[in-house]
């Protein structure tokens, strides 16, 4: 006895409407062209924004560097030098981090999460850019799949036609 919905899996052309639109659905091909356009350009947005960010970072990251009395707010922040001991085997190791190294990790630390941000813009933007181009080729593709089993067709007809003759 086989059980309803078993063996077979449905035809999903006719059980989702085409209207739905949804992920499971079929897209039409007007709202299909519009979500292609939408993505290709919030790719384009993030890699752009990526850039920029990416711009600011390497800018700011060099007048630090360059320019130590940007530090000063940080400097605020660090009250003192870090000590601390380490022991292990019997000996124990001290070790002091002046507040002048300290000032710099603040920053350093902030631009590092700023680049990490810039990396995932750029990353997620590219991909976007890359699924559209990857559709437009698959599109070219079947167009000239289908022009050249037309070309073929007429090539027939006309042979056939001056066999006729």
Excluded at 112 to 123: C, M, N, P, R, S
Excluded at 131 to 153: C, G, M, P, Y
Aim: proline letters at 4%.
């Amino acid at each position: 006895m086989a059980i309803a919905g078993w063996g077979t899996a449905p035809d999903r052309r006719q059980t989702i409407p085409k209207e739905q639109g949804t992920r499971g659905g079929i897209m039409n091909g007007e709202r299909l062209e519009t979500f292609d356009k939408l993505k290709n350009l919030l790719g384009i947005v993030f890699v752009v924004c990526g850039f920029c960010i990416a711009m600011w970072l390497f800018f700011t990251a060099y007048q630090l560097f360059n320019n130590p009395e940007r530090l000063s707010p940080f400097q605020k922040l660090v009250q003192g030098s870090l000590e601390s001991t380490l022991s292990g085997g019997g000996e124990s190791i001290k070790f002091v981090i002046p507040s002048e190294y300290l000032t710099y990790f603040i920053p350093i630390a902030l631009l590092l999460i700023t680049g990490a941000v810039a990396g995932v813009l750029i990353k997620s933007g590219v991909k976007l850019v890359q699924s559209d181009l990857r559709a437009i080729v698959r599109r070219f593709d079947t167009f000239k799949h289908q022009s050249s089993h037309q070309i073929e067709n007429l090539k027939e007809a006309i042979d056939r036609t001056k066999a006729r003759t």
